[in-house]
């Protein structure tokens, strides 16, 4: 069984960084469809970067440019480095996992392994 847990979040003023990290277990995620997704508060769960088993990265518009999604292979742990935060960008940050053909970050019912969550909050 894959088991996924987020760490890394917390408050941070507006321009300022912050690096997420999702450890999983059960499995080398090396060969999974990996993800970051975040959920504001009264609006729905969205997707923010893709990382396939090839090293391919996508982002959401948004956040391109700004984040960058990661993996430590040997650590089985994914980042996801976000810099010049924007109030915006507060959420609960989850990542996700599935082992399906094809890999895209903005499908959420593709992904079979989610994480707890971890909040980031950005002050103006």
């Known amino acids: 069984r894959v088991r996924l847990a987020e760490s890394g979040g917390g408050p941070v003023q507006a321009g300022g960084s912050l690096r997420l990290a999702c450890t999983a277990s059960?499995?080398?995620?090396?060969?999974?469809?990996m993800a970051w997704f975040r959920q504001a508060p009264g609006k729905e769960r969205e997707g923010v970067a893709g990382?396939?088993?090839?090293?391919?990265?996508k982002y959401a518009e948004s956040v391109k440019g700004r984040f960058a999604i990661s993996a430590d292979n040997a650590r089985n742990t994914l980042y996801l480095q976000m810099n010049s935060l924007k109030p915006e960008d507060t959420a609960m940050y989850y990542c996700a996992a599935h082992a399906h053909w094809g890999c895209d970050y903005s499908r959420q019912a593709d992904f079979d392994y989610w994480g707890q969550g971890t909040q980031v909050t950005v002050s103006s």
């Open positions: 059960g499995a080398r995620f090396s060969s999974y469809c």
């Open positions: 990382l396939d088993s090839y090293g391919t990265t």
